[in-house]
């Protein structure tokens, strides 16, 4: 199946990219993180509820950004990748 991906940023100059390969189940560790733009914690609170009723052991840890005009802190992206087998971002507005 192929897949089209337009970068938001600057469509003049596309870029070839690969898709990373998809999981068949969701299992382990889940970080979910609040872009803190505004209800994007509702979104993340309604989800996570789904979530543990759906997938029991998965354990959930929620981090949030300090703006959502600006790329996540490296510290805090690095703290994600290193703790996290999976990653949720909240966009809701």
Do not use: C, H, W
Request: charged content about 30%; aromatic content about 4%; overall charge positive.
């Amino acid at each position: 199946m192929t897949m089209k991906l337009l970068d938001p940023r600057n469509e003049a100059v596309p870029v070839a990219r690969q898709t990373a390969p998809r999981p068949t189940s969701v299992k382990g560790k889940v970080a979910f993180l609040d872009i803190s733009k505004r209800r994007g914690d509702v979104l993340l609170d309604r989800l996570q509820e789904a979530l543990e009723q759906r997938l029991p052991g998965v354990e959930i840890t929620r981090y949030v950004k300090p703006t959502f005009s600006k790329p996540a802190p490296i510290e805090l992206r690095m703290e994600i990748r290193q703790n996290n087998d999976f990653v949720v971002e909240a966009l809701a507005d």
